[in-house]
């Protein structure tokens, strides 16, 4: 079956511009995660929704960064005033609910690779 | 809290070789431990994961992990290396249920050599 899209594939941007970043999970899974990849930083956590619950923002490194979740499916990471440092591999993943003693694995997208210049 | 330490940024081993990638975490809950592989330009695809039941994991692509709880560790092994399998590895540790935010480690990229 289909797997976690993600769109585009490459993005290159100026600094201060806006961008925003796509992510279809997939089909029945309610949870999607956001996470970055960086040279300096490795892997980190960013965002998580579950449903309709609040999301867990707790991972976004400043107020610049938001994403919502339409529908519970697509969601959308918003990047405002893009700076040299948002330059990363945005990674999203979506599973089954999480909890009832298992741990659902988190299946992951191929990644947007956002370049601000 | 949870960490995840990976014990060498660089792994090289011989076509046919043993391959050990380590991996050491610190976890505050039972932690639930995962070892994932990205190829290039790819996003990241689970190996193995454990979540308390048998100590000794076996994944795909003939890869196995033990949980060592008096050593903290989650190494991963694979008795005979492929070229396929020259990729980088994340380790990654949860505490699981409500706690599902994965924590990895700086990741190792394994290269295979004829």
């Known amino acids: 079956g289909a797997g976690v899209s993600q769109s585009p594939s490459n993005k290159v941007t100026e600094k201060g511009k806006d961008v925003e970043l796509r992510c279809d999970p997939i089909?029945?899974?309610?949870?999607l995660y956001w996470y970055r990849q960086s040279l300096g930083q490795g892997l980190e956590f960013l965002i998580y929704?579950?449903?309709?619950?609040?999301?867990?923002k707790s991972g976004l490194p400043s107020d610049r960064f938001s994403a919502e979740r339409t529908g519970g499916s697509v969601s959308t990471l918003t990047i405002q005033r893009t700076q040299q440092e948002d330059s990363a591999v945005y990674l999203c993943?979506?599973?089954?609910?999480?909890?009832?003693?298992?741990?659902?694995?988190?299946?992951f997208g191929p990644g947007t690779r956002l370049l601000v210049l | 809290a949870q960490s995840v330490t990976q014990l060498g940024s660089h792994v090289s081993v011989s076509e046919g070789a043993l391959v050990l990638l380590r991996c050491n975490y610190s976890?505050?809950?039972?932690?639930?431990l995962f070892w994932y592989v990205q190829y290039p330009n790819q996003g990241l695809q689970l190996l193995l994961k454990?979540?308390?039941?048998?100590?000794l994991v076996k994944g795909i692509n003939g890869f196995e992990a033990e949980f060592k709880k008096s050593e903290t560790s989650f190494h991963l092994t694979k008795p005979s290396a492929h070229m396929s399998d020259a990729a980088e590895y994340f380790c990654?540790?949860?505490?699981?249920?409500?706690?599902?935010?994965?924590?990895f480690g700086k990741g190792t990229l394994l290269t295979v050599n004829p």
């Open positions: 993943a979506s599973s089954l609910p999480p909890g009832g003693g298992s741990q659902e694995t988190q299946y």
């Open positions: 089909s029945g899974h309610t949870a």
């Open positions: 929704f579950q449903g309709n619950s609040a999301p867990d």
């Open positions: 976890s505050s809950v039972p932690p639930y």
């Open positions: 454990y979540t308390s039941a048998a100590t």
């Open positions: 990654a540790v949860s505490g699981g249920g409500s706690n599902y935010k994965l924590t």
